[in-house]
């Protein structure tokens, strides 16, 4: 693979890939909480 | 008898007469890096066995790194096979609080735009002529996180080991000298102000906190299995220290084992240090793409603030995106200080200290997809 396509990919897929995978982390972690709230606990 | 005097006298000055030029250089250098850590406090825990690692591996003719030598049995026992990071990991896990960053979980992709940097330095390292695995051990230089630069260095650049730590670490404790101006330069005095103790954010409760390294695990090591030692590491020493039931288990994770891998990695990185293979054009070059890195971290992590700031209808300080990188907490703590410098009333670390938690993940993260996609590409 030449240098200008390996470049390419790994800014295309590495850096969507972690904004993605965090975002997606971000969205699921925000669904957790909502499914255990805090104040449910320290009822 | 007069001759084996003077072959004797001619033994002890071996290694004097085996001092290449570079060695000398080299064990000052040594030096300097034994004062950053003894006499200026910067990373002391790594600078001062990295130091005398360096001194002792440019000593001629004591062999240290030979196949026999003490600090390459060393590196063999931890650093070759990357088993050091991953242990230091574990500690990290354990001595990591990610409330802050479950309390706002948008704050999430302000950890990935910090991540920016390793894939363009990517890029600019190809340009300068560096091999494809050698471009990526520079590039995750810019995750400005010690042992994962160590881990993808030693396994797929180990020629590159020395200067890609010493860069990492040494970045990492210049974070509030690098980042403030980028800060400044890239936000207009009004977004320095704006105020987020009104953000609204709510505590995460002790089940999301025991799911989170669960999930984290999982989810990550399913997109990217080739990271999974590094992600399932940070995430066991989170899961030991929420669970709350191996408290034993956490403080030797954050206190013993992190203590003495620390000594042992830092003084195997030094005894990577060798003068002949360090002192080169290459070197150089490796300390400025670093500090290229982290610079595009920052800015990256800026300008992903502002556009969070503009979707969240100007509720977000655009400086906490700075924080968006690995370096904890360091970099909390220069958003908390450039924030108060425009508003004193303002307190942004909570928000920051959330951001750079969510750096951590996002180095960790980062640097997992970007093994898979080599492997997906065949060049590992």
Redesign the interface.
């Known amino acids: 693979m030449d240098n200008w396509t390996f470049a390419a990919t790994m800014i295309v897929v590495g850096m969507g890939g972690t904004v993605v995978v965090l975002g997606g982390l971000g969205l699921l972690m925000s669904l957790l909480k909502r499914i255990f709230p805090a104040q449910d606990e320290k009822r | 008898m007069f001759d084996a005097i003077i072959n004797g006298l001619s033994g002890l000055g071996a290694g004097l007469l085996h001092m290449h030029w570079s060695n000398p250089v080299m064990i000052v250098i040594g030096g300097v890096l034994l004062y950053l850590g003894i006499k200026k406090d910067v990373e002391p825990l790594l600078l001062v066995p990295i130091g005398f690692g360096a001194i002792l591996v440019n000593i001629p003719l004591a062999d240290l790194m030979g196949d026999e030598g003490f600090l390459r049995t060393i590196y063999n026992m931890g650093v070759a096979n990357e088993l050091f990071p991953l242990l230091i990991f574990i500690g990290i896990g354990s001595m990591t609080d990610f409330g802050p960053l ?1 309390a706002n ?5 302000l ?3 910090g ?2 940097g ?3 330095t ?2 600019l390292a ?2 300068a002529g560096f091999s ?1 695995l050698d471009a ?1 051990a520079i ?1 995750v230089i810019g995750a400005c996180d010690g042992p994962t630069a160590i881990y993808v260095t030693s396994k797929y650049a180990p020629h590159l080991l020395g200067p890609v730590s010493v860069a990492a670490y040494s970045y990492m404790s210049l974070v509030p000298v690098i980042q403030p101006p980028i800060m400044k330069w890239l936000t207009t005095e009004q977004e320095r102000q704006i105020d987020m103790n009104a953000f609204p954010t ?7 906190k025991l ?2 390294p669960i ?2 695990t999982v ?2 090591g399913l ?2 299995p080739k990271g999974l030692p590094l992600l399932g590491t940070i995430m066991l020493g989170n899961l030991m220290k929420e669970s709350g039931v191996v408290s034993r288990l956490t403080k030797a994770s954050e206190n013993e084992i992190a203590n003495a891998v620390t000594l042992f990695l830092g003084i195997s990185i030094g005894a990577t240090m060798d003068g002949r293979m360090f002192l080169t054009p290459q070197t150089l070059m490796i300390l400025a793409f670093g500090f290229i890195a982290i610079c595009l971290d920052t800015v990256c992590g800026v300008l992903f603030g502002k556009i969070m700031n503009a979707f969240t209808g100007g509720k977000i300080n655009p400086l906490i995106g700075a924080a968006g990188i690995s370096a904890y907490p360091m970099a909390a703590r220069v958003v908390q200080k450039e924030g108060q410098k425009y508003n004193p009333y303002n307190y942004l670390l909570m928000h920051a200290v959330g951001a750079n938690t ?1 750096g951590q ?2 180095s960790v ?2 640097a997992a ?2 093994l898979s ?1 080599l492997q ?2 065949g ?1 590992i």
Not at chain 2, 105 to 109: D, R
Not at chain 2, 202 to 208: E, G, N
């Open positions: 479950l979980p948008k704050i999430f992709l950890g990935a735009a991540q920016f390793i894939f363009l990517i890029a190809l340009l494809q990526v590039g709510t505590p995460p409760s002790k089940t999301t799911l989170f999930v984290v989810i990550g997109i990217a969510g993940v996002g993260m980062a997809i970007m996609v997906g590409i060049l």
